[in-house]
């Protein structure tokens, strides 16, 4: 059964297909950060959502760590809070930090991994695919507020679609 599961699972889509769709997400989601004009970034809000720098430490909080977890087994802290210095530019070197070593512990995942069952942050349960599957979904999720964001402050977001 497990053997036709992963043949299954990879007539759909492989786990460097899946991998090459999170980072055209990430890569999106940094040109989103980019967009902002710093002081927007850190307070701009609509409707009592939090800035859009707030969202991105989530994401930062999440993803890599959240990865980390899966591959190396040891129980991760949840962190949504870090230094930044109330700069932009320390974001995005964090994103490309965290980008980075998505594909570091991406590697050392085994195709295996994917069903098994995981407590994220030993709180959140679910399957490996599952999670990651979330990690996307929540990024989505905070860039899509972000394009409301810039359209309230008069700036044309990056085409959705150009995930490249």
Do not use: C
């Amino acid at each position: 059964m497990e053997n036709t599961v992963n043949i299954a699972a990879s007539q759909v889509i492989t786990p460097t297909e899946l991998l090459k769709h999170w980072q055209g997400h990430r890569g999106l989601t940094r040109k989103v950060i980019e967009a902002f004009p710093e002081d927007a970034f850190f307070n701009h809000s609509i409707g009592g959502m939090r800035p859009f720098s707030a969202m991105v430490m989530e994401l930062l909080a999440i993803a890599e760590p959240g990865l980390k977890e899966i591959v190396v087994g040891k129980t991760e802290t949840l962190n949504e809070d870090f230094k930044h210095d109330h700069k932009k530019a320390t974001f995005l070197k964090l994103w490309d930090k965290a980008t980075e070593a998505i594909n570091t512990y991406w590697a050392q995942l085994k195709p295996e991994q994917f069903q098994e069952k995981v407590t994220l942050f030993g709180q959140y349960e679910g399957t490996v695919w599952s999670s990651i599957f979330y990690f996307i979904d929540n990024e989505i999720h905070h860039r899509g507020q972000a394009y409301v964001y810039l359209r309230s402050l008069g700036i044309e977001p990056p085409l959705f679609y150009e995930r490249h």
